[in-house]
């Protein structure tokens, strides 16, 4: 699972203080700002900020681990494509047409349609395709079809008629359609399932399929197209040979670069066995690795590279390629160890129902890291935080690894602007104590999001996997139920025990205020007025802030103010409001573990999905005041090898660019391996 950035909440890297500090964490925030000599801004255009990130500390590490780092990054760049691929079946098309019409064309590039059309472009490398990378809707592009071909001429560049006329009609609308009561699977165009392919289909198939050991589930579908030939139901498995092989074949190049340079036996076992599942296809394989790679916890880089994610399958079975090349931050990972090494305590106390504790926590690591390069679903847009794997029986019987990706954070932070929180907080302690705490409460809310709360819980005997009995909302409880646990947590005194924080009581408040604000109004500016919420953890943030208002409105837990025509949510009982959460958590952890699918339907459809137009209406109409969009994504440094005569690499240095749109083509021209594969 992978946890990513909220709207107009500010997220600190790093935790500077431990037990018997004593600065205030105000103090400590200061330190942390006062160091920005890097510029991170690279550029701007339609709702999306795209950043770069530092590397720190590369110099420190050794020639091997530059080397390991290398081949790792070159490993996932290699897979870029897939992604682009998965998104949809004319994604690759489409991109090479415009890139080749943007290097080549000689025409007016003064004019406004010139502007339009490069902008669209910027749009579809930021989502990996022509569907936005959150709200799933088909992008608009503001130009005219007639200038397209037009420009299309003009550069000697051939577009098939059906991708072109994709790009303007009203044809696969929605990359993942999570709607109630339709075909999610016929209605969605991500390009896991072939035409012809329904919901019933797909449950179908596999309802028939059995893992050997029914306690250890494999990841049915997980690595494949599932696709219906004269009538016929079948797997196309993405593999060495088959479904996108020719740039798996690349990956699993460099990946064998990198075993050879593994920093211990573990880590190079693991990498043996991720060869072996991109050769084989393999599930169990895929399982096997997992369960070594969690446990390959030395050294100073760590990696995540395969199909992973579910989100983008409206059914929850088929993971998107990803990958991300992690630099261990020692210093700060040993500062936030605390919370792994009490994650029992954590399960111990939870407001869970005795039955779906589990009764030893096991194998939960977290770390504070520094991405050294990010590819596929985690990139240009990246989550600011990691827990895999997502296998609930490893979870249970290995354990889990937890990250913050700590320099992504750091980007984050140094780049924003506070604005849209003056306009939005309700009044002046509200503000006051985002400025001072906000920045903590949220990286504590990452960590325990990711470190306590998707290692918690257990299914009930005989229950199956959540993509089986929750469906198409598995994603969004799972998000929701992690969120719940951070925020049972913060506002609780523990924390100040455990010596992360020095005023519990503020931090938890300013979390709440944060939370709330987010969920019920801020997050609505990613939105256009009248649209449903569809993204998975946007509408987990929002069933648990409308949930938690209306089931205190009978104590005025949280009070909704209309103050000059503006709406503002003010918490007025917070001790309340944190058993209300508890309340829900319990809830969230029962659906979970008995496979309840009703009450997530409820749950989901009754206050996670409809957005309230009157407040979405004054939100959209404050924020036009804001010129910084709602979207951040980020550009990676390059890593540059340096060789001598014989070719060995001598070192590896780090560049900076400058421009998203030359990372863009530099990368379409190097990493391109996959033909039309439609």
Known sequence: ???????????????????????????????????????????????????????????????????????????????????????????????????????????????????????????????????????????????????????????????????????????????????????????????????????????????????????????????SQLIKEDGVLKERVYKSGGLYGSAIDEIIKWLELAKGVAENEAQGDALGLLIEYYKTGDLQTWDDYNVAWTGATAGNIDYINSFIEVYNDPLGYRGSYESIIQINDFDMSQKMKVLSDNAQWFEDNSPLMAEHKKENVVGVTYKVVNVAGEAGDASPSTPIGVNLPNANWIRAAVGSKSVSLGNIVNASNNAGTTGRLKEFVHDEEELLLEEEYGQLADKLHTALHEVIGHASGKLNPGVGETKETLKNYASTLEEGRADLVGLYYLYNPKLQELGLVTDWEKIGKTAYDGYIRNGSMTQLIRLNLGDNVEEAHMRNRQWVSAWAFEKGKADNVIEKVIRDGKTYFNINDYAKLHDLFGELLKETQRIKSEGDYKAVEALVEGYGVKVDQAIHADVLERNKQFSSAPYTGYINPILVPETNDAGEITKVSVEYPESFVDQMLAYSKHYSFLPEVN
């Open 1 to 223: 699972m992978k946890l990513k950035s909220i709207v107009g909440v500010a997220i600190i890297n790093l935790l500077l203080f431990s037990c018997g500090n004593e600065k205030s964490d105000s103090q400590v925030i200061e330190e942390v700002k006062e160091v920005v000599a890097f510029n991170y801004n690279v550029d701007q255009f339609a709702d999306i900020k795209i950043l770069k990130y530092q590397i720190p500390g590369w110099d420190q590490l050794t020639l091997k681990e530059q080397k390991l780092v290398y081949y790792l990054t070159q490993a996932g760049l290699s897979g870029r494509d897939i992604m682009w691929d998965q998104n949809y079946r004319h994604n690759l098309k489409i991109r090479k047409a415009l890139e080749q019409v943007y290097v080549n064309y000689a025409g007016d590039k003064n004019a406004k349609d010139w502007s339009s059309f490069e902008s669209y472009l910027k749009r579809v490398w930021f989502s990996n395709g022509i569907h936005h990378h959150y709200s799933n809707d088909k992008l608009k592009p503001e130009f005219s079809a007639d200038y397209l071909k037009e420009i299309l001429v003009a550069t000697n560049t051939k577009l098939g008629a059906d991708a072109f006329d994709i790009i303007f009609n009203d044809t696969d609308v929605k990359k993942v359609n999570q709607a109630k009561g339709v075909d999610n699977v016929a209605l969605s165009a991500v390009n896991f399932y072939g035409p012809n392919v329904t919901n019933a289909d797909v449950e179908r198939f596999y309802k028939a399929k059995k893992s050997p050991n029914a306690d250890k589930p494999l990841s049915f579908g997980l690595n």
